[in-house]
């Protein structure tokens, strides 16, 4: 998948059995968000002769992380990582981010306005996890969203996963959003079985029956189509559906999720 918007280009590059190792590039230069396998990166470069200027990395778990420290030996480049003193950030010479951090990248962006990049904390997945919003227009969201679902909840509570998740949806619905794994089909069909009359939901499965098919990414998202048709961003909606009256989005968040671990 490969998206233009002035000279910026980003693309997946697939990883693992479903990761997707996303690469911003402009000009010559490139950053890379969630490096989980420095191979993969290396040979999108050498194949498009760019330069890797910076590493972005959302969380602490080892298929974002893996190849963070091969590929700042090889390019000498900085890498951001989240506050926190977890191990695996150790071995690495990392600046440190926090939320309201902006992040700008001169070189990256040379050809046009520097290219910015603001941090948000989205605790929930991890405790540490951040998502990096390039150019208050591209979000990279790491394990906390995903096409149609949510990541699971390893070290935070539902009600900081579901904090997160608001303050994703809040940011403006053209957002293109850039999850680190490609769970959408599996999602949508969890989805049906909470959302069953939802005509938006059922177009979409459709359409990512169809790219699947082809073997193409169904991301980057957007938020308005988010907002549409991921359940664990419609539990105010859904709440008629599945809850008693007395239910707060919060506990509807919790029974999506403990549905969603065992389907
Ligand atoms: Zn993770
Ligand atoms: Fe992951």
């Not at 000279?7 to 490139?30: K, V």
């Not at 948000?120 to 998502?131: E, K, Q, R, S």
């Not at 105010?236 to 403990?258: C, G, M, N, Y």
Request: aromatic letters at 8%; hydrophobic letters at 40%.
């Amino acid at each position: 998948m490969h998206v233009t918007s002035a000279s910026i280009e980003i693309t997946a590059l697939p990883a693992f059995s479903d990761n997707y190792l996303w690469l911003i590039h402009c000009g010559q230069h490139a950053l890379v968000v969630d490096p989980g396998d420095a191979e993969v990166v290396a040979q999108a470069l050498q194949a498009r002769q760019l330069q890797l200027d910076g590493i972005l990395l959302t969380h602490h778990h080892a298929d974002h992380v893996g190849g963070a420290a091969a590929l700042q030996q090889r390019w000498q480049c900085p890498v951001y990582a989240p506050d926190s003193d977890h191990p695996a950030y150790q071995s690495l010479q990392a600046k440190r981010v926090k939320q309201g951090d902006h992040l700008t990248f001169a070189h990256v962006g040379a050809l046009t306005d520097s290219l910015t990049c603001d941090v948000l904390a989205l605790p929930g997945h991890t405790l540490d996890h951040v998502a990096y919003y390039l150019n208050y227009r591209h979000l990279f969201s790491g394990d906390v969203l995903f096409g149609a679902g949510c990541g699971r909840l390893f070290e935070g509570t539902p009600a900081q996963m579901y904090a997160s998740l608001q303050h994703i949806a809040a940011l403006p619905a053209d957002t293109l959003i850039y999850p680190a794994h490609e769970y959408t089909a599996h999602n949508i069909a969890f989805a049906q079985t909470v959302d069953p009359d939802n005509p938006d939901l059922q177009q979409r499965a459709q359409n990512t029956a169809n790219l699947r098919a082809q073997n193409l990414p169904t991301l980057p998202t957007t938020l308005a189509l988010e907002l549409a048709t991921n359940p664990f961003l419609r539990c105010e909606a859904l709440s008629k559906q599945i809850a008693f009256q007395h239910w707060s989005p919060i506990d509807v968040f919790t029974e999506l999720r403990a549905r969603r671990n065992h389907f």
